[in-house]
């Protein structure tokens, strides 16, 4: 059974500065890949960041060089650093859970399983 347990959401004001993390169960953090989503109100799902294997990286053109994915494995977490927030990343993050890592940040996200989300939301 995949768990996510996704944590760390908030409100700030832009500029502002929060980290997510989701911990997953034992059996998904090693069966499955995960990653970073989110979605704003109207707005379809996108990927934010995460690993695509090979210890490479994925970020969204709209977070790079601002958000920052890690993890620490004997925790089973997995964390999302957001800085120089902007209202534009006011949204419901999502971590999800795919065994298709080429698929992993493409939609329609068809082999995913979703943890509950946790709501940013940034203010100007």
């Known amino acids: 059974q995949v768990e996510l347990l996704e944590s760390g959401g908030g409100s700030v004001q832009a500029g502002g500065s929060l980290k997510l993390s989701c911990t997953a169960s034992e059996y998904t953090f090693n069966t499955y890949y995960i990653g970073w989503f989110r979605q704003a109100p109207g707005k379809e799902r996108e990927g934010v960041a995460g690993?695509?294997?090979?210890?490479?990286?994925y970020y969204a053109d709209s977070v790079k060089g601002r958000f920052t994915v890690s993890q620490e494995r004997y925790k089973r977490t997995l964390y999302l650093e957001m800085n120089e927030l902007k209202p534009e990343d006011t949204a419901m993050y999502y971590c999800?859970?795919?065994?298709?890592?080429?698929?992993?940040?493409?939609?329609?996200?068809?082999?995913?399983?979703w943890g509950q989300g946790t709501q940013v939301t940034v203010s100007s």
């Open positions: 999800a859970a795919t065994k298709d890592i080429l698929s992993m940040f493409r939609p329609p996200y068809e082999h995913h399983y």
């Open positions: 690993y695509t294997g090979s210890g490479g990286t």
